[in-house]
Structures are given as C-alpha cells and as structure tokens.
Antibody
Framework: EVQLLESGGGLVQPGGSLRLSCTAP????????LSWVRQAPGKGLEWVST????????HYGDSVKGRFTISRDNSKNTLYLQMNSLRAEDAAVYYC????????????????WGQGTLVTVSS | IQLTQSPSSLSASVGDRVTITCRAS??????LVWYQQKAGKAPNLLIY???TLQSGVPSRFSGSGSGTDFTLTISSLQPEDFATYYC?????????FGGGTKVEIK
C-alpha cells in the first residue's frame, strides 16, 4: 500500500510564499508522474500541477501559472510545490497524488492520494 | 475541457440503482476516470479508462461511455457508498474535474 504524506501547509499572509512537500515512505516515486490537486473548503476538486518523470515535463493550471512551481527530488523521494504570491483564493486543502504510471495516459490518473495539507491565506 | 456532472446531488436508498452522468465539452475518447470522496477524506480512484474497475473496488460500480458522454453506475447502493463522486478528464492539460455529485441517504 502506497502512503503519501504531505507537509508544509499553514497560515500565510496574502502575497506570501509557502512550500509544500510530499513523500512516500517505503515506496519509490521516481517512475511515476506526480501531481497536486486542491480543494477549497466546501468546494470541488481542482487540478493544480503535474510533473512527469522526464526533466522539464511540468504542467500548470491557469490559476497558478507563473506563481507556483512544481518539482521533484528523486534522491529524496519527494515532491514539492513552491507557492509564491499567494492569494485568498489559493486557500484550500492541497493533496499530492500519484499517477498510475509514468507516461500518458496512466500518468494523469491518480491512484493514490495523500491525506492533504491545509493552506490558509489571510492577513 | 469542461466536464458537467449531473445531477449535482441525489437522494437514494440502500439497494437502489444509481446513475451519475458526466458530459465533456469536447470529445475525450475514453480518457475519463471516476473518484469517490467521503467527507474529510482524500478521493479514491474507482474507475479509469471510462470503464475499467480499479483493483479492490466492488463490482457494483461500473462505468461506461466514450467521446463526450459518460456514466457511473452503482448497481445496488450500499451504506458505505454515500459520498461525493467526481469525474476527471485526462485527455489534455489542463486536467479538469466535474463539479461533483453528492449521493445522500433518502
């Protein structure tokens, strides 16, 4: 059973920055695409970003493009999301999600999810 | 690509047959998946490639469709099935989810 563990959420002021992390103890993530999906309180799911297994293979939702950066460190078996210029509308539970595989279409199907980390943006 | 789910909510009884639809704004072949999300929990993959049951998911769940119209069916609703269901397209970036269908107890 794959367990994804997110960390790094918290309270940040508008315009501030935060870095989320996601790791999977006992499971090697390097062969799989990884994504971030968020859910604002009481709302539906919103895809944020995906990083593939090949360098430079990154994708972003329009609402975060230019402000968020997804990356992975396979040596640390960790996924990151650097969030800059945070806005009130970025407040949500952020889930990391593992693709079923490393290439399309499996990479875009999320078979394991973390428990989520809450990001609150408020002054 | 926009995904429109209907209904947005429904009330049903244990044992009922439940059908949820997801319509894509353009053709996506069979690149559609379904998730179940219970309150306060992360989503759980039910079906991928429109109709393939994820390992460990009960056989009362089934999916069908291709192109623009898709369906998730629960053949006999069980107490543990009361949750919110989401479709997601993986045909192209940006990946998108439907608005969700909340299945409640009648």
């Amino acid at each position: 059973e794959v367990q994804l563990l997110e960390s790094g959420g918290g309270l940040v002021q508008p315009g501030g920055s935060l870095r989320l992390s996601c790791t999977a103890p006992g499971f090697t993530l390097s062969s799989y695409a990884l994504s971030w999906v968020r859910q604002a309180p009481g709302k539906g799911l919103e895809w944020v970003s995906t990083v593939g297994t090949v360098d430079g293979d990154t994708h972003y939702g329009d609402s975060v493009k230019g402000r968020f950066t997804i990356s992975r460190d396979n040596s640390k078996n960790t996924l990151y999301l650097q969030m800059n210029s945070l806005r009130a509308e970025d407040a949500a539970v952020y889930y990391c999600a593992k693709g079923r595989g490393g290439s399309y279409p499996e990479s875009r199907t999320f078979d394991y999810w973390g428990q989520g980390t809450l990001v609150t943006v408020s002054s | 690509i926009q995904l429109t789910q209907s209904p947005s909510s429904l009330s049903a009884s244990v044992g009922d047959r439940v059908t949820i639809t997801c319509r894509a704004s353009q053709g996506i072949s069979s690149y559609l998946v379904w998730y179940q999300q219970k309150a306060g929990k992360a989503p759980n993959l039910l079906i991928y490639a429109a109709s393939t049951l994820q390992s460990g998911v009960p056989s009362r769940f089934s999916g069908s469709g291709s192109g623009t119209d898709f369906t998730l069916t629960i053949s006999s609703l069980q107490p543990e099935d009361f949750a919110t269901y989401y479709c997601q397209q993986l045909n192209s970036f940006p990946l998108t989810f439907g608005g969700g269908t909340k299945v409640e107890i009648k």
